[in-house]
Every structure is written in structure tokens, then in C-alpha cells.
């Protein structure tokens, strides 16, 4: 007979319904977390998906507020209170001198009328001031009729009309002005009275234009 020794035989120590008594779980050392489950890479992409569409939203609206409109883009440049109509280019006096410069110096220049007084020369300066200076001085200034060489086509005669109807002041300080730009780029310059001539001869003659030239 078997002899029992120690008394009562000692449980082992662990929780209840565990076969494996005693062993520990091992804490996992940093950065060996398993990946991210299947579950978590969908998420990702719609948020992805989501700010793209913000983003493209966001920036569609700015394009279209900083794009004009229809209606701006076909709104008139001319304000809603300005009309325009044609007006006659010459009186009907000068009108029917320029038929007649033409005839009396058709074999020789081309007629122009109502020309800028600046279209007429290549102004140059020392300095940018000084053109600018006299650029404006002569701005808003037209002759009458400017006789053009058809080879050079610059201009070798102008012809003015005296009004007798101007103020005798603004008159005298426009004429010394074109006189002397006149002079200084050598143009000739007839000036016409009233009454003006109505035959071609006569005014071949005031023009000096011979019978050779």
C-alpha cells in the first residue's frame, strides 16, 4: 500500500478552466503593430476622395467668379447715356476746294484733309520731357489740307483756310505755333482767304504750282 506523504496534494495557482496555468502574455515590442485591417483602406480612399472633391469645387467657383459673365462680356464699352452719329468731315465750303485741290494738283500730290498736326512729323528730343512737352502742345491741332508727295509720302505743302469768324487771339497763337513747326520740319504752308478761288488755274497759281513742277 501505497503511502501518501505531504498530506493534501497543492492545486496549481491560474484561472479557472485554464489547462495552460502559469504562462504570461509577452508585451509586443514598438512598431511591430499588426497592419491596419481591411477595413481601414476604404475609409482612406473615400477621405481622399472627398477632400479631391472640396478641392475641385472650391476651385470651378473661383474660376467662374473671377470669369466674366455673359452679359459683361457682351455689354457695350460706349456708355448707356453716349450716342454717336456720323457729322460731315468738311463745311460745304471746304468741301468744294478740296474737289478742286484735287484737280489742280492731281498730277502732282495726294490730297488730305483734316490731318493731325503731329501726323506730319518725326519729332525728336533730348529729352523725353521736352518732346512730351511739345507732343501736347500740338495735340489736339489739325491743318486743313496737306499736299503729299506720292513717291515719299511726306508732306510738302499745307494749305489753311482763314476764318475770319475765329477769335482773333487763340487764332494768332495756333497760327505762329503751325508756322513755326511748319518752318522748323520744311513744309510750305498757303494760306487761303476768302473769297476763295473757284478755278483751277487760280488756285494752281496760289498753290505756286507751275507749269514744269
Same mark, same amino acid.
Given at each position: 500500500?501505497?503511502?501518501?506523504?505531504?498530506?493534501?496534494r497543492?492545486?496549481?495557482?491560474?484561472?479557472?478552466?485554464?489547462?495552460?496555468?502559469?504562462?504570461?502574455?509577452?508585451?509586443?515590442?514598438?512598431?511591430?503593430?499588426?497592419?491596419?485591417?481591411?477595413?481601414?483602406?476604404?475609409?482612406?480612399?473615400?477621405?481622399?476622395?472627398?477632400l479631391?472633391?472640396?478641392?475641385?469645387?472650391?476651385?470651378?467657383?473661383?474660376?467662374?467668379?473671377?470669369?466674366?459673365?455673359?452679359?459683361?462680356?457682351?455689354?457695350?464699352?460706349? $456708355?448707356?447715356?453716349? *450716342? =454717336?452719329?456720323? @457729322?460731315? +468731315? %468738311?463745311?460745304? /465750303?471746304?468741301?468744294?476746294?478740296?474737289?478742286?485741290?484735287?484737280?489742280?494738283?492731281?498730277?502732282?500730290?495726294?490730297?488730305?484733309?483734316?490731318?493731325?498736326?503731329?501726323?506730319?512729323?518725326?519729332?525728336?528730343?533730348?529729352?523725353?520731357?521736352?518732346?512730351?512737352?511739345?507732343?501736347?502742345?500740338?495735340?489736339?491741332?489739325?491743318?486743313?489740307?496737306?499736299?503729299?508727295?506720292?513717291?515719299?509720302?511726306?508732306?510738302?505743302?499745307?494749305?489753311?483756310?482763314?476764318?475770319?469768324s475765329? $477769335?482773333?487771339?487763340? *487764332? =494768332?497763337a495756333? @497760327?505762329? +505755333? %503751325?508756322?513755326? /513747326?511748319?518752318?522748323?520740319?520744311?513744309?510750305?504752308?498757303?494760306?487761303?482767304?476768302?473769297?476763295?478761288?473757284?478755278?483751277?488755274?487760280?488756285?494752281?497759281?496760289?498753290?505756286?504750282?507751275?507749269?514744269d513742277?
Amino acid at each position: 500500500m501505497r503511502q501518501c506523504s505531504g498530506g493534501h496534494r497543492r492545486r496549481t495557482s491560474g484561472r479557472p478552466g485554464n489547462h495552460r496555468a502559469g504562462r504570461t502574455r509577452l508585451a509586443r515590442p514598438a512598431g511591430t503593430d499588426p497592419p491596419a485591417g481591411p477595413q481601414e483602406e476604404p475609409v482612406s480612399l473615400l477621405l481622399m476622395a472627398a477632400l479631391g472633391l472640396i478641392l475641385m469645387i472650391w476651385a470651378g467657383k473661383t474660376w467662374f467668379e473671377k470669369r466674366p459673365s455673359k452679359q459683361d462680356a457682351l455689354a457695350s464699352p460706349i $456708355p448707356a447715356d453716349v *450716342s =454717336l452719329q456720323t @457729322q460731315p +468731315l %468738311l463745311t460745304e /465750303a471746304e468741301g468744294s476746294l478740296y474737289n478742286l485741290l484735287r484737280l489742280a494738283v492731281q498730277d502732282h500730290y495726294l490730297v488730305f484733309a483734316q490731318v493731325p498736326l503731329w501726323r506730319l512729323f518725326d519729332i525728336k528730343a533730348a529729352s523725353r520731357e521736352g518732346r512730351l512737352t511739345f507732343l501736347r502742345s500740338i495735340a489736339l491741332k489739325r491743318v486743313d489740307f496737306v499736299l503729299v508727295h506720292p513717291g515719299t509720302l511726306t508732306a510738302a505743302k499745307v494749305v489753311e483756310l482763314d476764318d475770319p469768324s475765329a $477769335p482773333p487771339g487763340p *487764332s =494768332l497763337a495756333r @497760327q505762329r +505755333l %503751325l508756322d513755326a /513747326a511748319l518752318q522748323a520740319a520744311g513744309i510750305d504752308c498757303v494760306r487761303l482767304q476768302p473769297p476763295f478761288p473757284s478755278t483751277v488755274p487760280a488756285l494752281a497759281t496760289l498753290l505756286g504750282l507751275g507749269a514744269d513742277e
